[in-house]
Nanobody, 123 residues
Framework: QVQLAESGGGLVQPGGSLRLSCAAS????????MGWGRQSPGKERELVAR???????YYEDSVKGRFTISRDNAENTAYLQMNSLKPEDTAVYFC?????????????????WGQGTQVTVSS
């Protein structure tokens, strides 16, 4: 089983910055991609950033130029640097990881989400 531990959420004023961290642990054989999604009340969860092991990066349009995703492959850790935050960025942010893990002696694919961390942008 793969566990994702997120940290770094909180309250920040508009225009401020926050940095989220996510550490993946467990019987991970390979970690192909990590990312971040967010969900605000009454809305569906959306993927805002994703980084593949080969470095290919995706950003949702509303965060391009403001958010930066990075990862440390050796530590199975991903980061999301969020700058110029806006009130509409307020949401629970979830870490996401895709890869293969060892389960009962067999290698199987996983696509997991973390528990989430609250980000609130308000004056």
């Amino acid at each position: 089983q793969v566990q994702l531990a997120e940290s770094g959420g909180g309250l920040v004023q508009p225009g401020g910055s926050l940095r989220l961290s996510c550490a993946a642990s467990g019987n991970i054989v390979s970690l192909n991609a990590m990312g971040w999604g967010r969900q605000s009340p009454g809305k569906e969860r959306e993927l805002v950033a994703r980084i593949a092991r080969n470095g290919i990066i995706y950003y949702e349009d509303s965060v391009k130029g403001r958010f930066t995703i990075s990862r440390d492959n050796a530590e199975n850790t991903a980061y999301l640097q969020m700058n110029s935050l806006k009130p509409e960025d307020t949401a629970v942010y979830f870490c996401k990881a895709e890869g293969e893990s060892l389960q009962s002696g067999y290698i199987s694919a996983f696509d997991s989400w973390g528990q989430g961390t609250q980000v609130t942008v308000s004056s």
